[in-house]
């Protein structure tokens, strides 16, 4: 199973992934460090990052995702994953960006998206708050601005970023259970 922790940046994805690595055993890859160089240039400048920025690092993560799949193991990934677009690129690689694709491809039945949901005043703060990234906090609208919630059918559970990071791992730990029934 593979958990996409999503959702714009300072909602704690980082945070909660290394809080269950811990608690599950699974690897934990932090999304932020696949980003090209050029990408962490640009954001640190203050600019917002453009899907032609991003594509080559989503496929990057894709990648990760499908050798964590094809050797059966369990895995933690912390992506924005603002778009749908983003999502089924995560999910089906480069099969959705060429020009031929329009159709939306299913969601994959082992992989599900940790939608951390908050609001933007409180991830500001938290964002104003921190030091040593280089994500700024006046980007944050920018993520808000192209923000697409999940959607039912795309294998996600919301979490509420106002809950502890206790009542976070336990909602999930609790999916886990359920899925395995």
Known sequence: MIYIIMGVSGCGKTSLGTFLSERLGWPFYEGDNFHPQEN?????????????DRFPWLLRLHEIIERERSSGSDALLACSALKRLYRQILLHGSTVVTPTSSVSLP????VFFLYLHGDYDLI??????RQGHYMKADLLRSQFDILEPPSDEENALTLDIRKSQKEM???????IESLKL
């Open 40 to 52: 962490i240039e640009k954001m640190a400048r203050g600019e917002p990052l453009t899907d032609q």
């Open 107 to 110: 969601s994959s039945p082992e």
């Open 124 to 129: 500001h703060q938290r964002m104003v708050a």
């Open 169 to 175: 791992i336990l909602e999930v730990e609790k999916h």
